[in-house]
């Protein structure tokens, strides 16, 4: 039986409760609906600029009271931005999570968003673009999708570039906000110590001033474009990216996805680990993962490598590419999996932010709750044969694109 309490206020935003009483915590996030890919071309890296302005001050308390107000009372304070969302987000005690919610609040709704501010924020994120393409081994990533998706909103960069963030001003962040900050994109997400009834309380008084509407438009699906891109830079190692296409969040294909992830590079068991890092000793880190939108999806194996050894790796990618395609994986194999992806689903529910991410996600995504067993039953019921399928679309050298960092 679910114990996850769901309520809409007048204005559209929805409101998640899932109570846990043997905790003296809880998680609160307070989401909007909008991302990079939501941007139009004159707007990248705006959310992403707006998420780090929402910290800097509002009309009732200062940069330093905000994080005061939940740091101060034993809490902690964040957010992040990604490609269709964004999270701000707070843990604190169990008989705080009103002061927690009042915080969240106060940021979205009652932001200055001062242009002194403005102007200087615009400097870090300025330093983060630059600290970011000082580290390869996270600027790669970025890099490849912007190669494989070219001009789609999914293949922007979160961040943005160097010349468009520092040419914001403070009517194109409210202009931004006004389009995507409304009620039908807003949802406040709890989990931890708290009775649902006590939320609904004071829920429509501090949410109650985010206006109505904001429908989305639904984004295109990607079309991945296979090839390789090597970028030189003065490094020890090659950085790199080999990947294609993969699943939308509404896809069947999502959870064979995930069993094949595992199976190949999602942990220390699977092949490529195994065959690259543990027989050969070639790479300290390699692996895989899947990234899943509501338009499309990518499957990406990455890793770093000496330069001597680059053309060898990618023939080893490639050859287990191969064996997938020829022989597909045992039975064995596949029943390990799963239980890593399941154990690893249900042991993260321990955690309250898990948990509060989780709800939130689901209801964002697929306007429902999505219980753990649903979850498992249908992980569990990928078999050998989906995989193949999966594998002859995704694996086959003709849609797969490398993207690389290195001395090259």
């Known amino acids: 039986m679910s114990n996850l309490h769901k309520f809409t206020l007048t204005n559209g935003v929805r ?12 998680a609160i996030g307070l989401w909007c609906r909008t991302g990079s890919g939501h941007e139009y071309d004159n707007e990248s890296g705006i959310t992403h ?9 509002t009309n009732r308390r200062t940069a330093k009271e905000i994080a005061e107000s939940i740091e101060g009372r034993g809490g902690s304070l964040n957010a992040f931005t990604d490609k269709e969302a964004t999270c701000y987000y707070c843990r604190v005690l169990s008989d705080d999570v009103e002061n927690g919610v009042d915080v969240l609040t106060d940021m979205m709704l009652n932001s200055a968003i001062d242009p ?14 630059k600290r970011g393409e000082d580290e390869p081994g996270d600027h790669v990533h970025e ?22 963030v520092e040419g914001f001003k403070r009517d194109d962040l409210t202009t931004y906000m006004g389009r995507r900050y409304r009620g039908e994109n807003v949802l406040l997400g709890i989990a931890g110590n708290i009775e649902p009834e006590a939320v609904k309380a004071f829920a429509e008084r501090m ?4 206006p109505a509407g904001g429908a989305t438009e639904p984004l295109t699906r990607p079309v991945g474009k296979p090839g390789k891109n090597e970028v030189s830079k003065d490094v020890e190692q090659v950085h790199f990216c080999i990947g294609t296409d993969g699943c939308s969040v509404y896809d069947d294909e999502l959870y064979t996805l995930a069993v094949l992830d595992a199976a190949l590079g999602g942990n220390m068991s699977s092949r490529l680990f195994q065959e690259i890092r543990e027989k050969r000793g070639l790479a300290y880190s390699v692996g895989s993962y899947s990234l899943s939108y509501s338009a499309g999806g990518a499957y990406t194996v ?11 790796v990618q023939e080893l990618v ?22 890593n992806i399941c154990g690893n689903m249900v042991l993260a529910l321990e955690g309250m932010s898990s948990r509060m991410i989780r709800n939130s996600r689901n209801e964002l995504t697929h306007n429902r709750e999505i ?31 490398t993207t690389a960092i290195g001395p090259f």
């Open 207 to 210: 949410l109650g001033g985010i």
């Open 143 to 164: 890099l490849h999708f912007e190669n494989r998706w070219g001009a789609h909103p999914l293949g922007k960069p979160i961040i943005g570039t160097r010349e468009s």
């Open 371 to 401: 219980p753990i067993e649903e979850t498992v039953a249908r992980i569990e019921a990928v078999t050998l044969k989906h995989l193949q399928d999966l594998a002859n679309k995704i694996l086959v050298q003709d849609v797969i694109n």
């Open 49 to 57: 600029l707006i998420e780090h302005m929402l910290f800097k001050g």
């Open 15 to 26: 409101v998640l409760v899932e109570p846990v009483t043997h905790v003296k915590s809880a």
């Open 318 to 339: 490639r050859v287990e590419f191969d064996k997938v395609l020829k022989d597909g994986f045992s039975e064995p194999e596949i029943e390990r999996c799963k239980r």
């Open 302 to 312: 990455y890793g770093g490598t000496s330069p001597q050894h680059w053309e060898q």
């Open 116 to 129: 002194e501010e403005l102007a200087r924020e615009e400097q870090v994120v300025i330093e983060e673009i």
